[in-house]
């Protein structure tokens, strides 16, 4: 199985920014235990990382034409506004979706909790730290599997 995690603007910047929120753990840190997470579970994963809107939204597209079975994004900011996004989101209906936040995007400042993104995924995780991306991992193969 094919798994595309997808990560938006600054989450290359962790370990760095807002330690309080996002941890001391830096990208190549993530990188390592999604990697190790897909060895475990038996799962091709591909990491992906950009700032740029159009960027994410070829990426999501390649996805649609290269067998690819799950998406775990994290939109970063763009998950407020991006329709764009959310567009080429809905358009991968085969693909099995899955949005992550690291921290609780519900108990942040007021506009973090509108997620213009959730309604084109399967599901949503929120507030599991880094954590949370391995859990996506083994909901996305879970549901695979059944």
Not at 31 to 55: F, L, R, T
Not at 121 to 141: M, R, S
């Amino acid at each position: 199985m094919k798994i595309l995690v997808v990560n938006g603007p600054n989450l290359n910047f962790l370990g760095i920014r807002e330690k309080a929120v996002y941890g001391d753990q830096n990208y190549d840190y993530l990188i390592k235990s999604i990697e190790d997470k897909a060895k475990e579970v038996g799962a091709d994963v591909e990491c992906y990382q950009s700032n740029h809107e159009g960027a994410i939204i070829d990426k999501l597209q390649e996805a649609y034409f290269n067998g690819t079975d799950a998406i775990v994004i994290n939109p970063g900011a763009y998950t407020h506004y991006s329709y764009a996004i959310h567009d080429a989101l809905k358009s991968l209906e085969k693909i099995y979706k899955i949005e992550i936040h690291i921290s609780d995007i519900n108990a942040r400042e007021s506009f973090r909790a509108n997620s213009v993104t959730a309604p084109a995924c399967d599901e949503q995780i929120v507030g599991h730290g880094l954590a949370g991306y391995l859990e996506a991992i083994d909901h996305a193969v879970d549901h695979l599997k059944s």
